[in-house]
């Protein structure tokens, strides 16, 4: 077998090089303690669990994009997590179940999913995130958005956008009266594509009424200001008014709290919220073309309020300026070990010569290094283009 054939990985999977590796790192580990820093406490999760655990309650909206095995020790089904989110929630009602609430967690790992999409076509990624649970406050929306974004402008993420959403909201308008599946599946495609002309069309099924209600709905996404504005003018069902009232309220707070950040609404989205029960968000930026974060309210399986976000860490790396190389210095293969130790103390990345070299200064380019130890100093090189690796 070639050496390419022996590295070649399965679509949407990935190896990570340097320095890449190294970035990601310190970015995970920048994100946590801006976490740490509003009080989230950290968790880790297993990477596989049982079947029946891993997709319990509202993950099973995720069991399409499951990886499955057999467990040769239990003779049962393992899940790959294709999501961290329920595995906090899962942690904090079983295992912290007996601290108080509201309960702030984090999280930072990878995961696997059976397919990626146009967008994103990694199936395996990391993800960062932190829940409240415990909480129905409009309040805990507000802390986990703008912790997130708070977190990502500190990074260098520039142009940030939240877009809120309300996947319940067209459920409590169906309420009443509801369609039967397949008007209901020809309704939330129309809904997600914004065909405000294909819902209008539905009246027959849906009534005048509420189908004028969706189609303005679905034309109401945009600018959060228009959006609330075309929400408020909906003569709205009790249980849909209630989930508008929700909205509202945590548009109200963020607008307050950070009035410089972008806010647009989108009341009729659903795809990616499948299991969230309340308030939804997403996060753009103006150097990413797909989001870098979602989140929103949903809930345990204690039946407990939960809220949280999850930033995808591949999408936040792309949306970073490229990072400047890590300063490499050259030791001499007669350098002192006290003072290479003194070195790296004052945060140096060393590079031992191994065997004696004629020419330190062509052993330090051809490793990458920065810089060459002369007569027990850091002298910087001439800056050689590096080119650039694979993954």
């Known amino acids: 077998m070639s050496t390419l054939a022996a590295a070649l990985l399965p679509a949407g999977l990935a190896d990570v090089l340097p320095p890449a590796a190294a970035f990601e790192a310190r970015t995970v580990e920048r994100?946590?303690?801006?976490?740490?820093?509003?009080?989230?406490?950290?968790?880790?999760?297993?990477?596989?669990?049982?079947?029946?655990?891993?997709?319990?309650?509202?993950?099973?909206?995720?069991?399409?994009?499951?990886?499955?095995?057999?467990?040769?020790?239990?003779?049962?089904?393992?899940?790959?997590?294709?999501?961290?989110?329920?595995?906090?929630?899962?942690?904090?009602?079983?295992?912290?179940?007996?601290?108080?609430?509201?309960?702030?967690?984090?999280?930072?790992?990878?995961?696997?999913?059976?397919?990626?999409?146009?967008?994103?076509?990694?199936?395996?990624?990391?993800?960062?995130?932190?829940?409240?649970?415990?909480?129905?406050?409009?309040a805990a929306d507000v802390e986990v958005i703008v912790m997130a974004t708070s977190a990502l402008a500190d990074l260098g993420v520039c142009g940030l956008t939240v877009d809120l959403g309300l996947p319940t909201l067209v459920p409590a308008m169906l309420a009443a009266a509801p369609v039967d599946a397949a008007a209901a599946r020809r309704l939330r495609i129309?809904?997600?594509?914004?065909?405000?002309?294909?819902?209008?069309?539905?009246?027959?099924?849906?009534?005048?009424?509420?189908?004028?209600?969706?189609?303005?709905?679905?034309?109401?996404?945009?600018?959060?200001?228009?959006?609330?504005?075309?929400?408020?003018?909906?003569d709205l069902p009790a249980a849909a008014a209630a989930e508008r009232a929700r909205l509202e309220s945590v548009h109200e707070r963020l607008h307050r709290e950070v009035p410089a950040l972008t806010l647009t609404i989108d009341a009729a989205e659903s795809r990616g919220f499948e299991y969230h029960t309340g308030v939804t968000y997403a996060l753009f930026a103006e150097s990413a073309a797909e989001e870098i974060g979602r989140g929103g309210?949903?809930?345990?399986?204690?039946?407990?309020?939960?809220?949280?976000?999850?930033?995808?860490?591949?999408?936040?790396?792309?949306a970073l300026p490229r990072p400047r190389p890590e300063p490499r210095l050259l030791l001499p293969a007669d350098t002192p070990p006290g003072l290479a130790q003194e070195l790296r103390r004052h945060g140096w990345n060393t590079i031992d010569v191994l065997d004696p070299e004629p020419d330190p200064s062509a052993e330090a380019v051809r490793l990458d290094c920065t810089h060459l130890l002369v007569d027990g100093r850091p002298r910087p090189l001439p800056a050689v283009p590096r080119p650039a690796e694979k993954g």
């Open 190 to 234: 129309a809904l997600d594509r914004k065909d405000a002309s294909a819902i209008a069309a539905m009246a027959p099924v849906l009534g005048d009424d509420r189908a004028d209600m969706l189609a303005r709905l679905a034309a109401s996404s945009g600018p959060a200001e228009g959006a609330l504005a075309v929400l408020d003018g909906l």
């Open 31 to 138: 994100l946590m303690r801006h976490f740490a820093g509003f009080g989230y406490e950290r968790v880790k999760p297993p990477m596989i669990e049982f079947e029946e655990t891993m997709l319990a309650g509202s993950a099973e909206a995720l069991a399409a994009e499951t990886f499955r095995l057999m467990d040769p020790l239990a003779q049962r089904l393992l899940a790959l997590r294709p999501d961290m989110t329920m595995q906090v929630a899962r942690i904090a009602s079983s295992r912290l179940a007996h601290r108080p609430r509201p309960l702030r967690l984090s999280y930072a790992g990878q995961v696997v999913r059976v397919r990626g999409s146009q967008l994103h076509p990694e199936r395996q990624f990391g993800q960062a995130g932190a829940e409240i649970v415990g909480s129905g406050a409009a």
């Open 297 to 318: 309210r949903y809930q345990t399986q204690a039946g407990e309020a939960a809220t949280g976000i999850t930033l995808f860490v591949d999408a936040v790396l792309r």
